[in-house]
């Protein structure tokens, strides 16, 4: 049964985003404020930049992450050792397994190597 515009607008407007592949630009707008950290409050460094949507972007952003984040768990596309954007796993997670994988692997003389990025 498709759903009609009566019965569910919102939803009949998200299906027609994702059915036409396209989002309007207008909706794409943000309000972009600064959040202090710590340290110097005339350093910019010393800021984080936070984006405020608009409602009807963030539950459309969610829509889609969980449509494709839905794809890629069925279908195993992400290596268990991807802990980025993944809910049920954490970097306590990855240091857990870097721990318990690469030192014995270095206390039995094994070859080891690794590539990490700081973000």
Not at 14 to 23: I, P, Q
Not at 25 to 36: A, C, G, N
Not at 86 to 114: C, F, Q, W
């Amino acid at each position: 049964m498709e759903c009609t515009f009566y019965q569910f607008p919102l939803t009949y407007i998200y299906n027609k985003y994702l059915e036409l592949g396209s989002f309007l630009s207008r909706l794409k707008y943000s309000t972009l404020i600064r959040i202090f950290k710590t340290g110097d409050r005339f350093n910019m460094c010393n800021f984080r930049p936070i984006s405020l949507l608009i409602s009807f972007s963030k539950i459309f952003e969610k829509i889609i992450y969980t449509k494709i984040y839905t794809h890629v768990a069925l279908n195993k596309i992400l290596a268990n050792e991807k802990y980025g954007f993944r809910s049920s796993l954490s970097t306590d997670n990855a240091s857990y397994t870097l721990i318990h994988e690469i030192l014995p692997a270095m206390n039995n003389k094994h070859i080891v190597g690794g590539i990490f990025f700081v973000i």
